[in-house]
């Protein structure tokens, strides 16, 4: 089967640097997203992996590595406003996302 | 703002009740989902249009009912409902559906609680 793992919830302090994880099984692969969703809001896009490596934008980075299956995005410099749910999903051969259940990113003073 | 938007942002329903969610893109994209999101649990595709042509049915019971009149316009139709449906259902877009590598925009949901 299609499945995703992610931390259910994950605490850090503000100025510092969290990673969140995420694994994932697809029948295919076509690529690797991650969207942030603040309580009440809308998912908004992060980033997106098809290649392995690691993707810089600003303060957020992504990484892949598609022979484990694996994916990451690093958040450095935290602060108060990055308190929020982190979604993985990987995109499978039919291009459909399969979506990890979140990781609710707690962000302490 | 995402350029997608939903309404209403929050819904009460009896389980007799007939309501409609309503989903609008400005962004000129071609395709168009709607999603079921519960606490903790992952995002579920319902339906999903490309061109105004319904190419996705997930194994959705048929107390939900899609309706998709042009690329900017989904709506999703509820009748006799459950209160396990009660959930945040999101409506997204994307440019193609052809390519599944593009990005989806998100509405920001309709928070949908059945009695």
């Known amino acids: 089967g299609q499945n995703i793992d992610q931390p259910t919830e994950m605490t850090a302090t503000e100025g510092a640097i969290v990673q969140i994880n995420c694994t994932y099984q697809?029948?295919?692969?076509?690529?690797l997203f991650w969207y942030q969703q603040h309580a009440g809001e809308a998912p908004t896009f992060l980033s997106y992996?098809?290649l392995d490596g690691l993707e810089e934008k600003g303060r957020f980075s992504s990484f892949l590595s598609r022979s484990k299956g694996y994916s990451y995005l690093l958040l450095k410099e935290l602060q108060m406003k990055d308190s929020a749910s982190y979604l993985c999903a990987a995109s499978d051969s039919n291009y459909q996302l399969i979506w990890g259940a979140g990781t609710k990113l707690i962000i302490k003073p | 703002e995402t350029g997608v938007t939903q309404t209403p942002r929050h819904l009460v329903m009896g389980m007799t009740n007939k309501k409609s969610l309503k989903c609008e893109q400005h962004l000129g994209h071609n395709a168009m989902y709607w999603y079921k999101q519960s606490a903790k649990k992952p995002l579920e595709l319902m339906f999903v249009y490309n061109f105004k042509e319904q190419t996705e049915n997930n194994s959705v019971p048929s107390r939900f009912s899609p309706e998709c009149p042009n690329s900017s316009h989904l709506f999703l139709h509820l009748h006799t409902l459950q209160p396990e449906d009660s959930a945040l259902y999101l409506c997204?877009?994307?440019?193609?559906?052809?390519?599944?590598?593009?990005?989806?925009?998100f509405g920001p949901g309709t928070r949908l609680t059945v009695l």
């Open positions: 992996n098809v």
């Open positions: 997204a877009s994307s440019q193609e559906l052809a390519s599944g590598t593009d990005t989806q925009y």
């Open positions: 697809t029948s295919g692969f076509n690529g």
